[in-house]
Nanobody
């Protein structure tokens, strides 16, 4: 089970931190990712972390602004989002499983709205 939270309304240039609490999975053997879906657009992967070695990958659209990190003791993955832009507005989802940008398990979405 994955629970995502931390979304909200923020002005352009601001920051938000999303959290994804993971339960019922072997956290240390999983990859955790954040996806987002804006209205009328396809869901896209923005960041992914492999829990056992902390390898990370980012989409070009967020590289340098977003940071994904895991706290294995808390079974939680965070997405720190800085320098937010209006185009970052979307519903953000966390996912878990094997492989890069896994899609086996999903959490509910959390809305992020960036006002310009």
């Amino acid at each position: 089970q994955l629970q995502a939270f931390g979304g909200g309304l923020v002005q352009a240039g601001g920051s938000l931190r999303l959290s994804c609490a993971v339960s019922g999975l072997t956290f240390g053997n999983s990859a955790i990712a954040w996806f987002r879906q804006a209205p009328g657009k396809e869901r896209e992967g923005v960041a992914c972390i492999v829990s056992d070695n902390d390898d990370t990958v980012y989409s070009d659209s967020v590289k340098g602004r977003f940071t994904i990190a895991s706290d294995n003791a808390k079974n939680t993955v965070y997405l720190q989002m800085n320098s937010l832009k209006s185009e970052d507005t979307a519903v953000y989802y966390c996912s878990a499983g094997r492989g890069s940008y896994p899609t086996q398990f999903w959490g509910q979405g959390t809305q992020v709205t960036v006002s310009s």
